[in-house]
């Protein structure tokens, strides 16, 4: 083999593919999803909801989790094929918990969309610190648990592909969202040293990096960040699930370490 043909040389879902022969096409790509199992954390709102529906459209087996059952329940009988777990995510069996799920209800878990979260902000007087203490436990601790656990798990079955909702602010700051901004940095640290660590594996690893999003997630703010920031329109849930869909879509020799979606009016 030419050092030419070896370079343009790759894998996809185990089949070595040379220069000059075709890629997987897209509708192949849909049909290799289709027979995957995916665990969203958070689904029962926002983001984590709508990256449940893109991915039931592809025929994916899903795991759906979060604290209100009633959603939960009712968003998994519009699935074609959905189990759920109603967990909080903070507490330290969670994460495994939530795998045992998958692999009870199909024998494995191919994909976990890391996604719960939560969003306090404040000036250093406003800043509720209980608070804040509780974000960092979810945003990070839980977070990262849920990362080790899903990659020892990928890594038994060979192959995976972690998928952490980071946020704009885990590339860049904000005055009065620091704190934020700091757990969402750390996610995007661990990440991006998992991501080494798993060089030459079939598991891949990635960040996706939201702007503002119309979700729950300010729902409780005096001022929606659309009117104080100028972000007009939001970015909706589906435009981050659609982000999310397209990393899972690559073949396996491609690795997309981060991917940023922001409305065409965030400032930042
Ligand atoms: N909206 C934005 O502008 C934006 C931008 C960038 C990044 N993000 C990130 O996107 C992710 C999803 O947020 P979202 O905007 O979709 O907000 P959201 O609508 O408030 O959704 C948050 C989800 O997390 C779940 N959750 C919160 N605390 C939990 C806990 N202790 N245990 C289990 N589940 C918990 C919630 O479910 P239950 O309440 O039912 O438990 C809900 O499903 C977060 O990580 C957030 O930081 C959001």
Redesign the pocket.
């Known amino acids: 083999m030419s050092l030419h043909t070896a370079l343009l040389t790759g894998r996809a879902g185990g089949t070595v593919f040379l220069a000059g022969m075709v890629p997987p096409r897209k509708e192949e790509m849909t049909m290799k999803l289709k027979s995957k199992v995916a665990l969203v ?10 990256v449940t529906k893109v991915l039931n459209l592809t025929g994916m087996r899903l795991v759906l ?4 059952e009633d ?2 329940r009712k968003l998994a009988a519009e699935c074609r094929n959905a189990v759920y777990h109603v ?5 330290p069996e ?1 994460p495994a918990h939530l795998i045992n799920r998958g692999i009870d209800a199909f024998g494995r878990v191919d994909v976990v969309v890391n ?5 306090v902000a404040g000036t250093i007087d406003e800043l509720d610190l209980d608070e804040m203490a ?1 974000m960092v436990e ?2 990070v601790t ?2 990262f648990r849920m990362m080790y656990t899903a990659l020892r798990h990928f890594k038994s079955l060979g192959s995976g592909q972690l998928v952490n ?6 590339t860049k700051v904000r005055e009065t969202a620091g704190a ?1 901004a700091g ?2 940095h750390a996610v995007e640290a661990l990440t991006e040293a998992l991501r080494m660590e798993l060089a030459g594996t079939n598991v891949g690893i990635c960040c ?12 409780k703010w005096d001022v929606h ?1 659309r009117e104080s920031l100028g972000i007009d329109p ?2 909706a ?1 589906e435009d ?1 699930a659609r982000a999310v869909k397209f990393v899972l879509e690559q073949p396996e020799h491609v690795r997309i370490p981060r991917i940023m979606v922001l409305p065409g009016a965030h400032r930042i």
Not at 115 to 119: E, S, V
Not at 165 to 170: P, V
Request: glycine share 10%; aromatic share 2%.
């Open positions: 954390t958070g689904a029962s709102s926002g983001i984590g909801k709508a989790t979060a604290r209100r959603r939960l967990a909080d995510i903070a507490d969670a996604n719960a979260g939560n969003m509780r979810l945003n839980a977070t909702i980071s946020s704009i602010l885990g934020y757990t969402k996706v990096e939201p702007g503002l999003v119309l979700t729950e997630l300010h729902d960040p939001p970015l849930p981050v």
